[in-house]
């Protein structure tokens, strides 16, 4: 079964730090190859690509830009999001998924800016 979980969220006030974490379970090969996605959706809105993660190169949505950092570590199976200097704006459901999506979502993980 093809499945990202994702952890790391929590409350964190304006200007705070917060590191998400993707595990992939499915084939290793199929992870490493392809361009792998961070997303997030805010409530009444709709569900945004904010950053991914090719083989060798990364990009970023305008709004996370200098921000956020996305990372991978293909041995673990595993996508990383650093999030600096947080915004109110940046609370969301954050998950991840290949970039176009094919596959299953996740739970996602609650990312809460608020002072």
């Known amino acids: 079964q093809v499945q990202f979980v994702e952890s790391g969220g929590g409350l964190v006030q304006p200007g705070g730090s917060l590191r998400l974490s993707c595990s992939f379970s499915?084939?290793?090969?199929?992870?490493?190859?392809?361009?792998v996605g961070w997303y997030r959706q805010a409530p009444g809105k709709e569900r945004d690509l904010v950053a991914q993660?090719?083989?060798?190169?990364?990009s970023y949505a305008d709004s996370v830009k200098g921000r956020f950092t996305i990372s991978r570590d293909n041995a673990k199976n595993t996508v990383y999001l650093q999030m600096n200097s947080l915004k109110v704006e940046d609370t969301a459901v954050y998950y991840c998924?290949?970039?176009?999506?094919?596959?299953?979502w996740g739970q996602g993980t609650q990312v809460t800016v608020s002072s």
């Open positions: 993660i090719l083989p060798d190169t990364t």
């Open positions: 998924n290949f970039v176009p999506v094919i596959a299953s």
């Open positions: 499915g084939v290793s090969l199929w992870f490493r190859l392809n361009t």
